[in-house]
């Protein structure tokens, strides 16, 4: 291994890849003191893919059997979106190809557009093992968009993370409450990234027709890094939701889809 002389050390191990090779590799050290300390195990494999030079990368983890609970219906509408303003874009099938390397890979796109949707296919919760983390330290856009990803690092119960997790440092969540079931949202603040522009401040009523065995949006409430701080993440939208007791408008929280990320300044 080689000291890059900032208190971290690198290895570089070449390896020839085809489309139908795969391992995993993991990364285990000792410090003076005899402890150990050990990364997740990473799986590498080759696909058979090729970019085309476009600026942005669309990355959509879709899952066959489940397009009608609206995956399909959001992979349509954003790619027709993207067609219209005249935006080149890349497609990275997750389902088929995993999740895209870094160095490889996101690196040769200024942005990536990340669809998980429901998320069968869990990454890394250690920002450190994550390949988006490099991305965004790489001073990479992100646009993470997911229905689940909160709900599978934490089993679905209402948690807090913390520095370290992919979670804290990229999508800038520190609590999250499940199936919260609020009734809308009002666009609030998004730190001047032009996200929400247009956007109403009023009530935005979500369908909750989309699980007619509820009849809720089971839509999640969430807390942005710094809540309640002055360093305080801007926080999108306000929820609005009605829990026993009655209607009542969420203080400073922001539901989990869209996030924008850009380098550690966001």
Known sequence: MSDNGDGTWSVTVAVTLTDTSSGEYGVAAYDDS??????????FYG????????????????????ESYGPAAADSI???????????????????????DNGTVTS???????????????????????PLTAYVDGGGYLLYSSEEVLG??????????????FVYDVLGVEWVGNDYNYAAVAAYDDGGAGLIDGLSDSAIYLDSLMFPLTGVSMADLCDPVGYGTEDMRPPLFLGLYAPPNGYYAGSLKYIG????HHGSDA
């Open 34 to 43: 005899g402890n150990m300390g050990a990364s997740a195990n990473v799986a």
């Open 47 to 66: 696909v058979d893919w090729a970019g085309t030079g476009a600026q942005i990368l669309y990355m959509f983890e879709g899952y066959a059997g489940y």
């Open 78 to 100: 954003l790619k027709a979106n993207l067609d219209a303003v005249g935006v080149g874009y890349d497609h990275w099938d997750v389902v088929a190809n995993g999740l895209a």
């Open 108 to 130: 040769n796109y200024e942005g990536v557009l990340y669809a998980g949707a429901y998320d069968w296919h869990l990454w890394p919760e250690a920002s450190a093992d994550h």
């Open 152 to 165: 599978e690092y934490t089993n679905w119960e209402d948690i807090a993370f913390a520095p370290g997790h």
């Open 257 to 260: 889809i869209p996030r924008f």
